[in-house]
């Protein structure tokens, strides 16, 4: 039976971010010039993290997805999907990518037991990418969602944050192109999360304006009725096609949240919004027993009672989370180190 914390969310989605590096600078996750980044020796290696999963199945955990940074930028990633596929209380490994690696690296991460793949893709335009993101690898991107596809992943997914002003005309077309090369999107609304620091609330599209501009294109959309504690809530539309809104910002749904976050040094956040973590890469080195360890995260895991979005939505006066002068003092408050 998994763990449940103080509003009986049990302990069941782990995050596992496996670097802090990243091979794109999106406006909403690292709009700024420069980055303290980990120390290189604090980097948990694959054994350290396959140790500390074997821990968290044993309290619940059976899903895992590995996030960064860009996880694609870890070297022999497979090697660590390899360790964990073998893992028999693991029901699903996933990973979210921006992408760009992805065309020359999905096959070897699905040889190796890797089951889904979102892919982070915000617009259809190269000119438009180049701007989000300061790097010229669109067509990179869309190799690497078309050769996913083409593989036998259980699932490909398209994660699309939509900002104000940005990419708001781009629904359809994004759309579109999931549809086309059978992948599903999901629209996420801006988060004001720890790095986002242009975020302000009037760029925020709501679920509500989403539904809105695709149902004057599309026509009727239907809720898909399904138990889930996945934070997208699924549409269809009347041609059967489905997709999904992240309504983190204005309908959170921290009620059901399962998720929590391993940074690539082995802090552990109960909460994206978590001012602090719980340190597992301490303990891990200096030599804890599994038992010891279990305790350390059956403990915190049972005093849980983290509802982050839902009290950023309660807020009157919200603006960016984290001000940039605090993110260079603790960069474990970066969503890039955190994993999104
Ligand atoms: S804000 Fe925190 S508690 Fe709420 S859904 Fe996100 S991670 Fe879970």
């Given at each position: ?118 892919v982070s893709l915000d617009t259809m335009r190269p000119d438009r990418f180049q701007a989000l993101t300061r ?188 001000p940039v002068t605090t993110l260079r003092r603790d960069p474990h408050l970066e969503m890039h180190t955190r994993?999104?």
């Amino acid at each position: 039976m998994p763990v449940p914390d103080t509003w009986g969310r049990p302990l069941r989605n782990l995050r596992l971010s496996v670097t802090d590096r990243c091979n794109l600078r999106c406006q909403y996750c690292m709009p700024e010039r420069d980055y303290v980044w980990l120390p290189r020796s604090d980097i948990l290696d694959f054994e350290e993290i396959s140790s500390l999963v074997d821990v968290f199945a044993d309290l619940g955990v059976d899903r895992v997805r590995l996030t960064g940074g860009e996880p694609l930028v870890r070297r022999d990633l497979p090697e660590l999907v390899r360790l964990l596929a073998q893992k028999p209380l693991l029901k699903d490994i996933a990973l979210t990518t921006n992408g760009v690696l992805l065309a020359e690296r999905a096959a070897a991460l699905e040889r190796a037991g890797l089951k889904r793949v979102t892919v982070s893709l915000d617009t259809m335009r190269p000119d438009r990418f180049q701007a989000l993101t300061r790097f010229d690898d669109h067509a990179r991107v869309l190799a690497g969602i078309e050769e996913a596809t083409r593989l036998g992943f259980t699932a490909v997914k398209i994660d699309a944050v939509i900002i104000r002003g940005v990419n708001d005309d781009e629904l359809v077309p994004l759309l579109e192109y999931g549809r086309r090369v059978g992948a599903e999107v999901r629209f996420i609304e801006y988060m004001d999360v720890g790095g986002a620091t242009r975020w302000s609330r009037d760029k925020v599209v709501s679920r509500a304006e989403m539904l809105g501009a695709l149902a004057r294109r599309y026509g009727p959309i239907h809720p898909v009725v399904e138990e889930s504690s996945a934070p997208a809530e699924r549409f269809r539309l009347a041609d059967g096609t489905t997709f999904g809104i992240i309504a983190s910002t204005t309908a959170p749904f921290c009620r059901s949240c399962d998720r929590s976050r391993l940074t690539a040094d082995g802090l552990w956040y109960l909460c994206l919004y978590a001012a602090r973590g719980t340190d597992l890469r301490g303990p891990l080195r200096a030599g804890a027993s599994r038992q010891e360890l279990r305790e350390l995260i059956e403990g915190t895991w049972s005093r849980r009672a983290d509802r982050g979005a839902e009290e950023r939505l309660a807020l009157r006066d919200r603006s960016a989370l984290v001000p940039v002068t605090t993110l260079r003092r603790d960069p474990h408050l970066e969503m890039h180190t955190r994993g999104g």
